[in-house]
């Protein structure tokens, strides 16, 4: 009878939970199930990927065995590696990531990018990021950008925290303040050179077709607007004079298809916008600013 999981009860190598481990996530259609074992055994055993091979001979023992096993247990049940590891890498940060947050996704380094090179040589920067998560837009950006100061607001508690654990482990905790804040409700006192967001623009129709991967274990909250996935663009856009320094830049991630009403929704509040592509050619950030602004 074939096994469904590693017994305990004999010697299992490195090497030899590999070889079962890839076999098994394929057999469980478990996306890149190589990758998957390896960063899972790595997370275990404490170690580095290279060590998986110059140690590829090293038993595991009971203990080590019983933790993968269950957080295969997990991964099978379509839960995001991300969660089970307790942490994801993000524009040359690692960061903990838990169910309260959004995991943060490649998509969005284009986003940091961008700021990245709009801040470079700036001194003094006052920069915002709205719906926080993780963090992760803020403290990459703050790590960049030494010069730049950051309030990252987020309407959730366990992110805040969350958020704030990040900043300190990344080293900018002295720049990134984190607050519990609803910016559909109230807004900073202050106004800022450059204003960050990756909101919950997924329409609410949309979320029962998303992967069960996303939709059964991500925060709603941090999906969806639970109205047509505009409701944050048009709030920053009302609300850009009251945050927004004149010489300003917002930037933000948006989604699929949203590509023309984000350009009616800047536009109706007579503001200026460039659409970014991501490297799949697919719309995904949104630069906007004054007339007349630099945004580039």
């Known amino acids: ?5 590693p017994a305990i009860d004999r010697v299992w190598t490195v090497l030899d939970v590999i070889d079962w481990g890839k076999e098994y996530f394929a057999r469980k259609d478990v996306d890149s ?4 074992i ?3 055994i790595c997370h275990v055993l404490g170690i580095g990927r290279i060590k998986l091979y110059t140690d590829h001979e090293r038993p595991l023992s009971p203990a080590e065995l019983a933790q993968l096993r269950a957080m295969i247990e997990r991964r099978v049940r379509q839960e995001p590696l991300q969660y089970i590891l307790g942490e994801a890498p993000f524009y040359g940060c690692m960061l903990e990531v838990t169910a309260d947050v959004l995991i943060p996704r490649p998509e969005t380094e284009l986003l940091v990018e961008r700021i990245v090179r709009h801040g470079k040589g700036r001194n003094g920067l006052r920069c915002l990021d709205i719906g926080t998560g993780s963090g992760c837009i803020a403290i990459a950006s703050a790590v960049h950008l030494p010069q ?4 990252a607001l987020d309407v959730s508690q366990a992110a805040a925290e969350l958020a704030r654990r990040n900043a300190e482990r990344s080293g900018v905790a002295d720049r990134v303040n984190v607050v519990v804040m609803d910016i559909l409700r109230e807004l900073p006192s202050e106004k800022f050179d450059v204003l960050a967001m990756n909101p919950p623009y997924i329409p609410s129709a949309d979320v029962p077709e998303l992967e069960p991967v996303v939709r059964d274990y991500e925060p709603h909250i941090a999906l969806t607007d639970d109205s047509d996935g505009l409701t944050f663009y048009r709030r920053l856009a009302s609300v850009a004079p009251d945050i927004m320094a004149e010489s300003g830049v917002m930037f933000w991630e948006i ?3 949203q590509k023309e009403s984000i350009i009616d929704i800047v536009m109706a509040n007579r503001l200026a916008v460039e659409i970014v592509d991501d490297l799949s ?4 950030l949104a630069i906007v600013g004054n007339s007349g602004v630099t945004m580039s």
């Open 1 to 5: 009878m074939r096994r469904t999981q």
């Open 33 to 36: 199930p190589r990758l998957t």
């Open 38 to 40: 390896e960063l899972m």
């Open 148 to 151: 730049s100061t950051w309030l």
């Open 255 to 257: 989604g699929f298809g």
């Open 281 to 284: 050619g697919i719309p995904r």
